[in-house]
Every structure is written in structure tokens, then in C-alpha cells.
């Protein structure tokens, strides 16, 4: 997807970039190559399938759920800002915080957003389990997102206790979605979500499948979630 492709596409949806947007995703693309050659932050470097994989890929949660409101957004475990740097800048209003385990993921997001002028974005230098037990993020965020970390049983205890009530919990998933949701069931419901609907569609140009799974949050989540740093991997509520 080149990047006339990529201005049409997100057209087709509604998205009308313009040219200050569209020279941040240029900005973006160069220094994920830059400092990919430092440290790993994605397997895929082609500015095709950077722009589609990546670019295109994050931004098709808004097909399915209007990121056009103020809202605070969460993104646990966002590697290299996907899916909330696409998605901030496409819709400069949201409010960004992004979770991250490796502190030079970190280093590279903090430098992204400084040569993007990003302004509303913070980076957390945390495990998931161990943030959503801060009394200041739990259950302070209107939507968390995920996208490629876990399976819905594993991720929705690392998600959930960031949502607040009434919020949105997005997870972005390839093609096994439906095994996982059905999997996951037990957790989303003891977390205190409820799936509300589940949006499948093929990426453009190579037919890949993918799945945005939207739960609402209904109730709090009881204070025992999320468990211990490595334990929702090791014993998945199931």
C-alpha cells in the first residue's frame, strides 16, 4: 500500500488526511526504520507493508468505533505505538497513555512523539499487571486497547481493570478470534466486561484476516485482578 493508497483507502472510510497528517506517517515510517537498526521494535520494514501492516492495520479500529471524542486511551503493551500513534494522529482530540514493558521501546516512543509534535501522549514504563493496580490508573481509562499481545483469556486481565466503568475495551486480533472470544468467555465476564460485538474483515490487498472484538465494561473488576506479573500467561482465568 503505497501512500496514495493508503490517503484513498482511509478516504473510503470517512478519514481525510491532511497534509501536516500525512507528513507525521511519513516522519513515523523513517525513524521506525531508523532506530529498528538499533533495537528490535517490527519485523517488517517495507514501506508498503509498513503503511498496510501497520499504519492502515491500527487505524481500522475507528471503521468500527468513533474515536472522534475526547476520550483517554490506553494501550497495553503498544511495542512501537501501534495501535494509538496511528490512531492520535488521525484524531489529535484523543487523550494517549501507552504501557510498555521494555524501557527502550519507551526511549523510541518518547523520541516519536517529540519529532511528531504530539501533544496529550504519556509512556509507561511498566508491566500491565503491576500498572492497573496503581489506585491513579485503575479503572480511569474510556477505552484500552490491544492489539497482537495476548489471547482474549490472558488479555482481558491485563485490559479490563484499566477500563472504567462504562468504557471500551478494543482488542485487535487475527483470524482465531471467535476460538478465543469463546475461550475467553469466563474471564471477560469475571473481569466485568461484556462482549458487545465483534468486526471481521480481510486487509486490504493481501486478504489477511482480522477481527476488532469490542467488550463494554458493565462492572468493576475485583481488586485481585490482574494477578501477579506473569501469572494471567502461566494460569489463564478459563
Known amino acids: 500500500m503505497n501512500i496514495e493508497q493508503f490517503q484513498q483507502a482511509l478516504e473510503g472510510k470517512g478519514i481525510t488526511l491532511s497534509t501536516q497528517q500525512l507528513e507525521q506517517f511519513e516522519t513515523y515510517y523513517k525513524l521506525l526504520v531508523e532506530w529498528n537498526e538499533k533495537m528490535n521494535l517490527t519485523a517488517i520494514t517495507d514501506k508498503e507493508e509498513v503503511y498496510l501492516k501497520h499504519f492502515y492495520d491500527s487505524i481500522s479500529a475507528s471503521f468500527y468505533f468513533d474515536f472522534n471524542k475526547p476520550y483517554h486511551l490506553c494501550d497495553v503493551g503498544a511495542g512501537a505505538g501501534f495501535p494509538s500513534i496511528p490512531l492520535k494522529i488521525c484524531f489529535p482530540n484523543i487523550q494517549v497513555s501507552i504501557v510498555d514493558s521494555l524501557n527502550k521501546r ?17 509512556f509507561y514504563h511498566d508491566r500491565a499487571e503491576t500498572f492497573a493496580q496503581k489506585a491513579e490508573q485503575r479503572e480511569t481509562y474510556d477505552i484500552v486497547m490491544a492489539r497482537a499481545v ?16 462504562d468504557g471500551t475495551f478494543i482488542a485487535m486480533k487475527a483470524a482465531s478470534a471467535n476460538e478465543e472470544i ?5 474471564a471477560i465476564v469475571t473481569l466485568g466486561g461484556k ?44
Open 150 to 165: 495476548a489471547r482474549m483469556s490472558v488479555l482481558s486481565e491485563l485490559c479490563l481493570p484499566l477500563v472504567k466503568v
Open 106 to 122: 519507551i526511549s523510541f516512543l518518547d523520541h516519536l512523539a517529540s519529532s511528531l509534535n504530539l501533544t496529550g501522549v504519556k
Open 182 to 186: 469463546e475461550v475467553g468467555k469466563k
Open 195 to 238: 462482549v458487545e460485538e465483534v468486526h471481521s474483515f480481510s486487509l486490504p490487498e493481501e486478504h489477511s484476516d482480522r477481527n476488532i472484538v469490542i467488550v463494554k465494561k458493565i462492572k468493576n473488576t475485583p481488586k485481585k485482578y490482574p494477578r501477579k506479573p506473569g501469572t494471567p500467561n502461566k494460569q489463564p482465568i478459563e
